[in-house]
């Protein structure tokens, strides 16, 4: 592997000493280079991709499902639905759970809140969360599909009783959301983290990528929308993705003007399009939106109705 990621340097070197006047032997070194780059580029990539089937395996060994949560296959079984996109590590680490206590509760020691220390592996399109059984040994105690989960930074979070925390460690906070759990229900976690750069890596790693041009909107692979080719569409454009009617796309960009581009599902050819010759799905992205909107409006009313009581 490494001998071949040297070629292009080699290959560089003889271009080089080339000169440009002999075209054709000139032109040739040229296209032998950008063939091997090539090459090396999907070597690179076929190596990622080992690499991350390696360490799914031996996550998959760490991991110990109770009896009372139903198992999930973190490392790949059979063959990939048609589409779908490899499963990898984006993130793994140490957090606290803050859990506080109701005004009416019977308080130990005074404390308002207790601390318990959770792992959480985040795939990149799913999040399960672990006590820690040993060294390599994980106990899983919840898990949630990424395009289910929301996150958010708990210093800036006004429904959080932040006040209580005297401990000067519970800090860095995170609110994070499970819209839907493994058994299908809504829960909330505050999370500390051990510090600040942690907790903005955390924050980074779960958040969508924000647009820069107004209007625009960026879709994750993992929480992506699919529509269907309602209608053909040709174009000689070479970013341009041909339909074909019945074709399936998973939605990766959409500009204010009605350009969406995408990959089709079944080669992987990328390209833009007219999104009014599609329509969307009803897929797992539809069904997430809705949750998050749902989600949105419920703590919008709980805070109202809290900054009211405290009028």
């Not at 009372?68 to 490392?75: F, K, N, Q, S």
């Not at 996109?85 to 803050?98: I, M, N, Q, S």
């Not at 020691?109 to 792992?119: A, D, E, L, M, Q």
């Amino acid at each position: 592997m490494q001998r071949i990621t040297r070629l292009p340097l080699l290959i560089d070197a003889v271009l080089s000493k080339e000169s440009p006047h002999n075209a054709e032997e000139y032109e040739s070194w040229k296209l032998t280079l950008a063939l091997v780059q090539k090459i090396v580029a999907q070597c690179n990539e076929a190596a990622n991709r080992c690499e991350q089937a390696y360490e799914l395996e031996r996550i998959s060994k760490q991991l110990e499902f109770p009896s009372h949560i139903r198992a999930l296959a973190i490392a790949p079984v059979g063959v990939p639905k048609q589409g779908a996109k490899p499963r990898f590590l984006v993130k793994r680490g140490e957090l606290t759970h803050l859990i506080w206590r109701g005004d009416d509760a019977k308080l130990t020691f005074g404390k308002r809140f207790s601390k318990c220390s959770i792992y959480a592996f985040l795939f990149s399109d799913l999040l399960v969360l672990c006590k820690r059984k040993g060294d390599n040994h994980f106990s899983v105690i919840d898990y949630c599909p990424r395009s289910m989960l929301t996150l958010a930074a708990g210093d800036s979070l006004p429904q959080l009783p932040t006040k209580d925390i005297k401990d000067p460690t519970s800090k860095n906070l995170m609110l994070m959301t499970l819209l839907e759990n493994y058994e299908r229900k809504t829960v909330e976690l505050v999370l500390s983290c051990p510090s600040v750069s942690d907790q903005q890596r955390w924050l980074e790693a779960m958040r969508p990528r924000e647009a820069e041009t107004p209007g625009e909107k960026l879709y994750e692979s993992w929480d992506c929308p699919q529509v269907v080719a309602k209608h053909s569409y040709e174009s000689d454009e070479p970013d341009v993705l041909q339909l074909e009617l019945g074709d399936v796309v998973n939605v990766s960009r959409k500009l204010p003007d009605g350009w969406y581009q995408g990959e089709r599902i079944r080669e992987g050819a990328v390209g833009w399009f007219p999104g009014s010759y599609t329509e969307e799905l009803n897929s797992a992205h539809v069904r997430a939106r809705n949750l998050k909107q749902r989600h949105r409006l419920l703590a919008f009313t709980a805070t109202f109705l809290e900054s009211q009581k405290s009028k």
